[in-house]
């Protein structure tokens, strides 16, 4: 899966001749981190927790109306829709999580580590529900002709593919995110791409 073509296309503008046949032999490996600048006030159940308390919720129904056939089966295929829906949102959440396509910050404070290289950065969404401030941490890199990278020598560039081949506007170190479910643009290291930026 090489979508760097179009990420080089989109982050440059052009492509240079020598990445024509080749995706760059560059990359950089970054954390992304974080936390909203107030805290919450309600705590809110996450997806897991959420399921857990719908089972035992059923068991107690359950043990409830044990002894009343006619109430089991009017219950009984509104909570089979119930789980099968609840096992297709889980199903869904965990695919979506290991291709890394968008780091989703359901959470209002966390981190994610990343690498741009083979394939571009991934998006960032902030869905938490309240605004976060995110902050970059460079881990290790090289540019595109071998040489290894470090914080200072990385010039920070931003990209997000939303689809199309148009890239998303960033989201900068130090800036405060919006909860709107907005894809923004992740950090990399501009000298992977070589030439000019």
């Known amino acids: 899966m090489r979508r760097l073509l179009v990420f080089v296309a989109t982050a440059i503008g052009a492509v240079s001749p020598a990445f024509a046949g080749a995706a760059p032999a560059g990359y950089s490996t970054f954390q992304i981190t974080w936390a909203a600048q107030v805290p919450a006030a309600v705590p809110t159940l996450g997806t897991y927790a959420t399921l857990a308390l719908a089972a035992l919720l059923a068991v107690v129904a359950f043990r409830l109306t044990r002894n009343q056939r006619w109430l089991v ?25 290991m291709a890394l396509s968008a780091i989703d910050a359901s959470d209002c404070s966390g981190s994610e580590t990343y690498t741009a290289g083979d394939s571009a950065p991934p998006c960032f969404k902030n869905t ?70």
């Open 73 to 97: 089966k009017a219950i009984t295929p509104v909570a089979a829709f119930g789980l099968s829906t609840a096992v297709m949102i889980g199903a869904e959440r965990t695919v979506a999580g």
């Open 128 to 197: 938490c529900g309240k605004p976060v401030n995110v902050s970059y941490t460079f881990i290790e890199g090289e540019d595109f002709e071998g040489s290894p990278l470090t914080a200072e020598s990385c010039t920070l560039d931003y990209y997000c593919d939303e689809g199309g081949g148009f890239s998303a506007p960033p989201a900068l170190e130090g800036d405060d995110i919006p909860s709107n479910g907005a894809a923004l643009g992740t950090a990399f290291c501009a000298e992977i791409l070589g030439g000019e930026i």
